[in-house]
């Protein structure tokens, strides 16, 4: 079973047959923290080599497919791109705007 995750123009596919085992929750941290620090977008290979630890394709692909889903990168054609922004200031400058109605 092959499975890809669309959305918008950008595909993660996830090629698997059958799961040998699911990532843990330091490898998902140590996943994010390697895309909040990366300077722009960076390719699965990429990825691999600045990790800290060596990782499963398997296990990138779904933590990545994960990340995805729940809107915290974005896959494009230059790679992938950390998009969250959990700062306090920016989430308080949030609740505070005002909405302007067309």
Not at 22 to 32: A, N, R
Not at 43 to 68: A, C, H, T, V
């Amino acid at each position: 079973m092959q499975e890809t995750i669309h959305k918008g123009e950008s595909r993660i596919h996830l090629n698997i047959g059958k799961l040998i085992h699911s990532p843990t929750l330091k490898t998902v941290l140590m996943v994010e923290a390697a895309l909040r620090n990366s300077d722009g977008p960076i390719s699965m290979e990429g990825l691999k080599r600045i990790m800290p630890k060596k990782i499963m394709d398997q296990s990138l692909r779904l933590i990545l497919s994960y990340l995805d889903s729940k809107g915290s990168i974005l896959v494009g054609p230059k790679g992938i791109s950390w998009i969250a922004n959990d700062s306090p200031k920016f989430l308080k400058m949030i609740k505070k705007a005002k909405v302007i109605e067309a």
